[in-house]
């Protein structure tokens, strides 16, 4: 792991922020079921370096940044339901990580109505996301805001919602996140300068070492190219997850060389997945038997056998959880209770320093 930017700048008043001297904080967008790309560079990465440290943490699933372009209710809900579930599964403890939706917690989008108000329009203009919504207008000679939100264009001031109100001082990300983290720097320091120093500057977190995954067809696997190794499947009486699993493995494009020919290992997909769930030994044994010339069909199988030996235990605790919304249900607000002790606090301070309290107190 790599900080990208300097230290946390804590203040003296921030709050929250004394007993641990990391806290660690994500937001994962509900759209869409996972595959093992998501796995192998957010979920398993993120779980263990919990699990290593005793950092606080606080893990949630952003919602309210899911309905931004998703206008599918059953999409967003169905995916709230089973990437809670996945992340459960893969070993996410919600006695250790503060576990939420962002949605359970109204003083989040509160909050963001704040930032709103003294955040520059100009420094939303600058972000990528919506930058690349507006390129794409102007290419097809269309009118530029043409089908830009003011959901999409104030996307950052959401997140920095949820990272300010928790002071959170480091934010895991992908790359593709980190302008966002810096405008929520910017987006506190304004806060802090105009008003009162209540928010923590948070820093992003980006791993430079997680493996990304090659799909299917040979480029990397991505949901939007309809290449992936789906981690849990489709919940499908008809055909298991595991069968699923199977099947996306052995579509694994190869080239045409025979069983017996030597293989170059560097230049498959099949070696490459292999590399991101065996052991050093075990790669190396799969490597001597690519240039030794291991058929195509039986390098698939193994492949399929070690991650299945790795992704089988969490399996059948996702079919648990998914057969059982109220267990998830119940973990997701004992979440929402531990999250709101901390932002209802944050919100008054936020209140209070703005101007906005009770004008005396009734008995
Ligand atoms: N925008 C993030 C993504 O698309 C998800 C997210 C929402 C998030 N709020 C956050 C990530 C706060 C980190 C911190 O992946």
Same mark, same amino acid.
């Given at each position: ?51 290593? =440290? ?54 989040? %989008? ?7 108000? =003294? ?63 810096? *405008? ?17 500057? %948070? ?6 070492? +997680?493996? $990304?995954?090659t799909g299917l067809d040979g480029r990397?696997? =991505? ?26 493995? *052995?579509?694994?494009v190869?080239?045409?060389? $025979? %069983? ?9 997909a ?54 059982? %919304? ?5 973990? $997701? ?9 901390? =932002? ?5 301070? +936020? ?13």
């Open positions: 792991m790599s900080d990208n930017t300097a230290k946390p700048a804590t203040t003296d008043t921030a709050t929250d922020n004394t007993k641990a001297s990391k806290r660690i904080l994500t937001g994962i967008k509900p759209t869409g079921t996972l595959h093992l790309g998501n796995y192998v560079g957010a979920i398993r990465p993120a779980i263990e370096s919990i699990q290593n =440290s005793d950092d606080e943490a606080f893990f949630f699933l952003a919602d309210y940044h899911g309905i931004i372009g998703c206008y599918d209710p059953a999409v967003i809900h169905e995916s709230t339901k089973s990437i809670a579930a996945t992340w459960l599964a893969c070993g996410l403890d919600p006695e250790r990580v503060t576990f939420y939706r962002q949605s359970d917690v109204p003083e989040i %989008p509160e909050l963001a109505w704040v930032l709103n108000c =003294s955040c520059a329009k100009g420094l939303m203009n600058r972000a990528h996301a919506y930058k690349a919504a507006v390129d794409v207008n102007v290419d097809n000679d269309v009118d530029a805001d043409l089908g830009v939100t003011m959901g999409l264009f104030g996307y950052p001031v959401l997140m920095a919602a949820d990272i300010l109100m928790f002071n959170a001082t480091h934010v895991p990300v992908g790359r593709d996140q980190v302008q966002h983290i810096e *405008m929520a720097r910017d987006i506190a320091g304004t806060f802090n300068h105009r008003y009162k120093p209540l928010f923590t500057l %948070p820093n992003a977190v980006v791993d430079d070492d +997680t493996p $990304l995954l990397k696997m =991505s949901k939007s190219y309809g290449n992936t190794i789906p981690l849990f499947g489709e919940m499908n009486p008809q055909v298991s997850s595991e069968k699923q699993m199977h099947k996306a493995i *052995m579509k694994i190869t080239n045409s060389q $025979l %069983p017996d020919e030597p293989k170059d290992p560097d230049d498959s099949i070696f490459e997945i292999y590399k991101a769930f065996a052991t050093a030994e075990e790669v190396a044994v799969m490597r001597e038997a690519f240039t030794t010339g291991i058929g195509w069909g039986d390098a698939k199988q193994a492949l399929f056998d070690k991650i299945n030996t790795e992704i089988a235990p969490f399996r059948e605790r996702y079919e648990q959880l998914m057969n059982n %919304p109220k267990e998830l249900e119940e973990i $997701l607000q004992m979440g929402a209770d531990k999250a709101r002790r901390h =932002s209802r606090k944050q919100l008054d301070k +936020t209140r209070r320093a703005i101007g906005i309290r009770p004008l005396a107190k009734l008995k």
